[in-house]
């Protein structure tokens, strides 16, 4: 595995970790789970992802990693870096969602609970709710830090207009953001529209989630929509209508070039991500240890000639591929 300094600090992150939104809830099989956290930190991904929605049912994957950490990995504790998140719906109704102080506060400790953690390594705002002032939601993050409830605190996907504001709250009160976490992806490329540039500008480390957008820079789509794929759902993040003939076209000129370059679609599409040195992690999700392994594999090549970077380009340059 290789390692890079998170920002301006002295925290190293594996360039790949793994996140746990999907695969790792009740609904899923446990010893698949646990067979692929622990494969995972054995390749030298000491970098878990979670947040408080995290399963189905929401909750359930914070509690399936702990029973995980616990039954095989519990004397490797400081050899890794556990994360989670608050901000999303945990249930309908009041005090379920938000980024109220209100919420932050009741979370971690439910969080903490579950995972049967003392404390988190990193503890997200997992949203800008569009309505607490950044203010008392940046504060609820300073506190938990003071509490011991968390070692840094990290931003995820707020916007650019505020996300100077909770920087400059955090380093004033000198609990600096140590890690903002965006969606990026060959086809969701927002972040460079200021976000990454901010981030790096503050001393901020960046992850990326959603580095494969939702498979479809994989070699699962490039033949139709499989029967028993994410986008066959009724319901779930990426829907039959996204996996489009533009997209599906592009992905298989796509992965041409990444055959050329030895790799498969997803490997080049990690290693595209980190090229930029500004790139702390890209964050990947698994439903096999096999899936798990040929993600990983995307560290032996992250070099891009000048010719391969033009021709993505141009693969690229189409605004309909855009989500």
């Given at each position: 595995?290789?390692?890079?300094?998170?920002?301006?600090?002295?925290?190293?992150?594996?360039?790949?970790?793994?996140?746990?939104?999907?695969?790792?809830?009740?609904?899923?099989?446990?010893?698949?789970?646990?067979?692929?956290?622990?494969?995972?930190?054995?390749?030298?991904?000491?970098?878990?992802?979670?947040?408080?929605?995290?399963?189905?049912?929401?909750?359930?994957?914070?509690?399936?990693?702990?029973?995980?950490?616990?039954?095989?990995?519990?004397?490797?504790?400081?050899?890794?870096?556990?994360?989670?998140?608050?901000?999303?719906?945990?249930?309908?109704?009041?005090?379920?969602?938000?980024?109220?102080?209100?919420?932050?506060?009741?979370?971690?400790?439910?969080?903490?609970?579950?995972?049967?953690l003392e404390y988190f390594d990193?503890?997200?705002?997992?949203?800008?709710?569009?309505?607490?002032?950044?203010?008392?939601?940046?504060?609820?993050?300073?506190?938990?830090?003071?509490?011991?409830?968390?070692?840094?605190?990290?931003?995820?996907?707020?916007?650019?207009?505020?996300?100077?504001?909770?920087?400059?709250?955090?380093?004033?009160?000198?609990?600096?953001?140590?890690?903002?976490?965006?969606?990026?992806?060959?086809?969701?490329?927002?972040?460079?529209?200021?976000?990454?540039?901010?981030?790096?500008?503050?001393?901020?480390?960046?992850?990326?989630?959603?580095?494969?957008?939702?498979?479809?820079?994989?070699?699962?789509?490039?033949?139709?929509?499989?029967?028993?794929?994410?986008?066959?759902?009724?319901?779930?993040?990426?829907?039959?209508?996204?996996?489009?003939?533009?997209?599906?076209?592009?992905?298989?000129?796509?992965?041409?070039?990444?055959?050329?370059?030895?790799?498969?679609?997803?490997?080049?599409?990690?290693?595209?991500?980190?090229?930029?040195?500004?790139?702390?992690?890209?964050?990947?999700?698994?439903?096999?240890?096999?899936?798990?392994?040929?993600?990983?594999?995307?560290?032996?090549?992250?070099?891009?000639?000048?010719?391969?970077?033009?021709?993505?380009?141009?693969?690229?340059k189409d605004p309909v591929l855009?989500?």
């Open positions: 595995m290789k390692f890079r300094f998170c920002g301006r600090s002295g925290v190293q992150m594996p360039v790949v970790s793994l996140g746990l939104w999907h695969n790792f809830g009740d609904v899923d099989d446990f010893k698949v789970a646990t067979d692929i956290v622990v494969s995972a930190f054995d390749q030298g991904i000491c970098h878990f992802d979670l947040a408080n929605n995290y399963g189905p049912a929401p909750g359930s994957a914070e509690t399936n990693f702990g029973r995980i950490l616990r039954n095989e990995l519990a004397s490797h504790r400081d050899e890794m870096l556990i994360t989670s998140k608050a901000g999303h719906e945990m249930w309908q109704g009041v005090y379920g969602d938000g980024s109220s102080r209100k919420n932050l506060m009741a979370s971690i400790n439910q969080s903490l609970k579950r995972t049967g990193i503890f997200y705002s997992h949203r800008y709710d569009g309505v607490t002032p950044v203010e008392e939601t940046m504060q609820a993050l300073i506190d938990i830090v003071r509490q011991g409830k968390a070692l840094y605190v990290g931003i995820s996907k707020y916007p650019l207009d505020l996300q100077q504001r909770c920087y400059d709250i955090l380093r004033e009160a000198k609990v600096p953001c140590l890690v903002s976490q965006y969606r990026y992806s060959m086809y969701d490329r927002k972040v460079e529209g200021g976000a990454l540039k901010c981030a790096a500008d503050n001393g901020s480390g960046v992850v990326a989630f959603s580095p494969l957008a939702q498979g479809l820079l994989t070699d699962r789509y490039l033949n139709g929509i499989p029967e028993h794929s994410r986008a066959a759902r009724e319901t779930g993040f990426l829907q039959k209508g996204q996996v489009s003939e533009e997209r599906v076209a592009a992905s298989i000129k796509l992965n041409e070039i990444a055959k050329k370059r030895g790799q498969s679609l997803a490997q080049m599409a990690l290693a595209w991500i980190l090229k930029d040195e500004r790139m702390t992690s890209v964050i990947i999700g698994a439903s096999s240890v096999e899936q798990l392994n040929n993600n990983i594999k995307c560290i032996d090549n992250l070099d891009f000639s000048a010719e391969e970077l033009s021709q993505i380009e141009d693969i690229l855009s989500f």
